[in-house]
């Protein structure tokens, strides 16, 4: 498949994967006020919730990667924020119209890049999508 073109995109972490990780930390503390535990550990446990929620979305809006690259002759190149870094797709996923491609660089180690419909273009996930399937010819790259 090396005549296909490469295929390049910005990245940016997805603001609906954020509020579907603050709605499921709402459900975790609406379950923890409605258990059996006394008042205080409702409270303990909820500033906990709280605290681990804000370090989350902290963490997930500072994306490793600003860019990737998947070149016409298979290789991926991710742009960091000072450098470039080649990088192994180790696995990927479609999920519900969402793409979640994991990779391995020797720099940073494991990184996984979620593209949904709010940080990417439908066009661009089809792409990647047809391209990942035509390569794809061993079972263990693709995740079912």
Known sequence: MTSAPAIGFEYAPSR?????????????????????????????????????????????????????????????VLREASSEATATLLSFRDLAGCLWLRFETASRGPVSLLLAPDNSGADLRRRLRMRLAATCTDTATAVP
């Not at 579907?20 to 008042?39: D, I, Q, R």
């Open 16 to 76: 609906a994967m954020e509020w579907a990780l603050a709605g499921t930390a709402s459900l975790a503390g609406m379950a923890v006020w409605l258990s059996a535990m006394p008042w205080w550990g409702c409270l303990v446990a909820s500033f906990a919730l709280v605290a681990a929620l804000i370090l989350k979305c902290r963490r997930w809006r500072q994306a490793p990667v600003g860019g990737a690259v998947w070149a016409s002759d298979g290789s991926w």
